[in-house]
């Protein structure tokens, strides 16, 4: 079986074959080398980066279960004005500021149980690459500079030329022409030096009041765009396997890599591009704007994590998927279904060697080597969770089973090793063993309690509900906490105090 992805560059799908494939030696596993558009580090994560690195995960963890050797490099951009704005709001520097939030950004993806990047480069721990890019693309005549007009700013801008890329477009689909009649300037950014409204900034000036670098054009900050190109050929070179992120992303963040990168590489930057589709609240596009704006944190403090990931993985990653209440009401109860029969597979197996069925691992192998097709393989894992638990109810009722012992190992093992090649974790370690491909044993950890901070906005969620005499959500928010060992306590003054079991 061959494993297909869709490629957004090429608008269809492909069979998946690493750059390395053909000088790789026998019997050694070819490498894939892939990069993820990170976070911008000025804020809390919310639920489109959820999605976003649950997706990417899941896809580097079913490569390592194909047998490929898989370098994952997702960066941090710690350099930008909205990092600046925050920082001047909160008195702090803007390192201060990015430290802080690529801390949170840990905390949340590591409840995800998201596995860790092997690099994570930075735009503070990057700017030769950067220098030596934009330099280039200067030599190439892609580039040019401008002489910065504000007050108190006596270095240069610099801008790419996207007229001087025949190919720009190519990724996206978007057209000049097509975009010209009502760009007035939008499409790229801002700047009196600009020679084309299409043209984008690498290098921008600032007055040595702000925060910035010494560069070739003066004191200032890298654009946006820039960085990714610079990391991407520092850490994994000129052409690599897959370049994924958000579907937002394609234009013009991606498309503009891509135009800054070929001209100098010579190269394609990516064989294969990839983009998650975006994520709805209740129908509408989540936004502050609209008031139903939902970061991650909070996300976490109302659901198990878990619960979570099944949600998100429930839906193809290429689709958009809208996030309801009574949505993440079945991802909980179906993430209570796989704990059952997780809980059942590891009775089944305990203390015995067994290989996952082949039967299973076959079908979930042909429902993810259809573009990372994680809504057919969790609907065999569902299968086989309420198998396991109805022989397990079996068992302890009758004593006896409609399966041979040997067949509800394997049914276990392949349970197992399907949820754990998923991504998803959970609280007790399984004592299967899978096949030399599996991962059941590997990642399996306790996941932390809820934080004070969390506590306590359940309680207020709680407070606001009784207020409204929505009695049934409140004693929802009760029994939820209840279930994670939190007893809360009314007192007669309408407040409420919570203890920790």
Request: hydrophobic share 40%.
């Amino acid at each position: 079986m061959a494993l297909v992805v869709y490629n957004t560059l090429a608008r269809r799908k492909e069979v998946f074959q690493p750059l390395s494939a053909a000088e790789t030696p026998p019997g050694e596993k070819p490498w894939v080398r892939m990069y993820v558009c990170g976070v911008t580090v000025y804020d809390l994560c919310h639920l489109g980066h959820a999605r976003t690195y649950v997706v990417w995960d899941t896809v580097r963890r079913y490569l390592e279960w194909r047998g490929y050797r898989v370098k994952y490099v997702q960066n941090f951009t710690d350099v930008d004005d909205k990092i600046l704005k925050r920082a001047l709001e909160r008195g702090e520097s803007m390192q201060a500021v990015a430290e802080r939030f690529i801390a949170e950004y840990f905390q949340d993806m590591d409840r995800l149980n998201i596995k860790r990047a092997d690099l994570y480069p930075r735009v503070t721990r990057s700017l030769p690459a950067i220098f030596e890019l934009i330099q280039s693309l200067e030599l190439k005549g892609f580039a040019y500079r401008v002489r910065a007009c504000q007050e108190r700013i006596s270095g240069y801008d610099v801008y790419y030329a996207v007229r001087k890329f025949p190919d720009y477009g190519q990724l996206s689909g978007c057209k000049l022409e097509e975009l010209e009649a009502g760009a007035s300037g939008r499409v790229g950014e801002e700047g009196a030096g600009k020679r084309d409204p299409f043209d984008f900034a690498l290098w921008k000036a600032a007055p040595p009041s702000e925060p910035g670098f010494e560069s070739p054009w003066g004191w200032g900050r890298p654009g946006w765009h820039i960085e990714c190109s610079a990391m991407v050929r520092e850490n994994l070179g000129d052409h690599i396997d897959i370049h994924a992120g958000g579907a937002d992303l394609i234009f013009p963040h991606h498309e503009n890599e891509l135009a800054q990168s070929e001209p100098i590489t010579g190269k394609p930057l990516a064989k294969y591009w990839l983009h998650n589709g975006f994520v709805n609240v209740n129908g509408e596009k989540m936004s502050k704007s609209l008031g139903n704006f939902t970061t991650l944190r909070q996300a976490l403090a109302l659901y198990h994590p878990m619960a979570l990931r099944l949600f998100l993985l429930q839906t193809h990653y290429r689709s958009p998927i809208d996030l309801t209440e009574a949505g993440m009401q079945a991802a909980s109860r179906g993430w209570e279904t796989l704990e059952k029969g997780i809980h059942c597979a590891q009775q089944f197996c305990q203390g015995e060697t067994a290989s996952p069925a082949a039967e299973a691992m076959q079908a979930f192998q042909e429902a993810m080597d259809d573009d990372f097709g994680t809504p057919g393989a969790l609907a065999l894992a569902f299968e086989l969770a309420k198998e396991l638990i109805r022989e397990h109810n079996l068992l302890t009722h009758e004593g006896c089973t409609h399966l041979e012992p040997q067949v509800l190992r394997q049914k276990g093992a392949a349970l197992l090793e399907i949820l754990a090649t998923l991504g998803f974790c959970w609280t007790q370690p399984a004592t299967a063993q899978g096949s030399e491909k599996g991962v059941a044993k590997g990642e399996l950890a306790k996941l932390p309690p809820l934080e004070d901070a969390q506590i306590e906005e359940l309680v207020a969620q709680r407070t606001a509900a009784r207020r409204a005499k929505n009695f049934a959500e409140a004693d929802r928010i009760r029994e939820q906490l209840k279930a994670l060992g939190i007893t809360l306590i009314d007192q007669k003054d309408g407040t409420t105090r919570w203890l920790r079991e």
